[in-house]
């Protein structure tokens, strides 16, 4: 079920969806496009089991020829291939992927065939793959999607029978195999029979999206060596615009424009000013989790933005709406424990409660409605096809109040 400030779309009941066909599978031959059926999807839920399932065989299917590439240059490779390929499939919601196919199909729902973009949808996750695999090394985390991260992965591997410092090892094979994984994304995403010059088009976007992350990222890591008295809420929105708002809804969207219509200027003007705002509010909506959410449940222990000194929103605001006492104990957890390694659990409960009883936490809730208000009145407003409109309502309602 959804959660929000009114009733969600729950895609259950007789009549919920309407199609024609799952899945469409014609292919792009001799530059026409063969005539297809049109795919009538309207239950959120079957947008994104057609979405998942459509990626995650693209992602096998790539595994599989990158696996032989690298056996075949060496014997001891193997293990490169299993650690990437286990921490992509493992689990993630395919939601950059399912944004592609919306920016696709925008236009004219349906009316496309998916197997053209393949290489898109498998692109984007090897994408997100690189990026949260060197994300976990800046952070210290060890856990990522109810399994081990790609630096705790080769660390372990490394105590089993290699010798010397496996810490180390661990990291550099974690970066190393961050590496990989772009190459990946780039391989995939010139992977179509998609006209050439969409596909500059689209590599073009993804550099200047990955530019942008990449900018995120530096401030979201300096921010966090920052005293905490001298974070500005603006600065930490500005981190949130670039790095969920920029990467995780407006560049899928715009990669799916770009392959499905080519540079329709007035369309990817309209989702940048609609993805921006849904991405604060999805970061927003995180940075709950990672503070409250259930770690069966997220994947995350819970407070692991706090022992890594993140200074969230909800830290921020907190921070600002306190009293002298609890000004000082935060300082004393994000200026002094951090910096020795000593943040407990107790503080993590503590930082909980502080951020509860400032009113900081119903702030983010109120803050998050004002991003996502501002977004679908946008969105209500777009001149798309309506199916593309009431799937893209109810999958930014999912993001936004979701549990996990």
């Not at 819970?302 to 104990?329: I, P, W």
Request: aromatic fraction near 8%; include cysteine.
């Amino acid at each position: 079920m959804f959660r929000g400030p009114e009733q969600g779309y729950t895609g259950t009941g007789p009549g919920a969806a309407r199609k024609d066909t799952l899945l469409c599978t014609t292919h792009f031959s001799h530059n026409h496009w063969i005539e297809i059926e049109r795919v009538r999807v309207l239950d959120l839920w079957e947008f994104v089991e057609l979405g998942r399932g459509l990626t995650n065989k693209a992602l096998r299917e790539r595994f599989a020829t990158y696996r032989s590439e690298a056996e075949n240059t060496s014997h001891i490779m193997k293990p490169l291939v299993d650690a990437v390929e286990d921490y992509t499939l493992r689990g993630g919601k395919r939601l950059r992927a399912l944004l592609i196919i919306a920016g696709y199909w925008s236009r004219t729902w349906g009316s496309k065939p998916l197997s053209v973009i393949e290489g898109l949808l498998a692109g984007i996750e090897f994408l997100q793959s690189y990026l949260l695999g060197h994300d976990d090394i800046m952070d210290r985390d060890d856990v990522r999607r109810g399994g081990p991260s790609l630096h705790a992965w080769f660390r372990e591997r490394c105590r089993e029978g290699l010798l010397g410092d496996c810490g180390h090892y661990g990291v550099s094979m974690g970066i190393l195999a961050g590496d990989y994984l772009e190459a990946l994304a780039v391989s995939s995403l010139t992977d179509t029979p998609l006209p050439p010059e969409r596909t500059v088009l689209i590599l073009q976007r993804y550099a200047r999206g990955l530019r942008e992350v990449s900018y995120g990222q530096y401030l979201d890591v300096h921010m966090s060596y920052m005293p905490l008295a001298s974070v500005r809420e603006e600065d930490v929105l500005r981190i949130h615009e670039l790095k969920t708002g920029s990467y995780t809804v407006e560049l899928p969207l715009h990669i799916g424009v770009l392959a499905g219509y080519g540079k329709d200027e007035e369309l990817l003007r309209a989702y940048s000013d609609i993805a921006r705002p849904i991405g604060v509010a999805f970061q927003l909506r995180d940075d709950i989790l990672g503070l409250y959410g259930d770690p069966s449940v997220t994947g995350k222990p819970v407070g692991s933005d706090v022992v890594e000194g993140k200074k969230t929103l909800l830290v921020v605001k907190a921070y600002s709406l306190a009293g002298d006492e609890d000004k000082r104990y935060l300082r004393i957890v994000y200026d002094e424990k951090r910096i020795r390694g000593e943040i407990t659990s107790e503080d993590v409960k503590r930082v909980q409660e502080i951020v509860r009883e400032t009113g900081s936490l119903d702030y983010n809730e109120k803050l998050i409605e004002k991003y996502y208000t501002e977004a679908m009145e946008k969105l209500e407003k777009l001149d798309i096809d309506t199916e593309a409109k009431e799937i893209l309502k109810k999958l930014f309602r999912y993001l936004v109040y979701r549990e996990k």
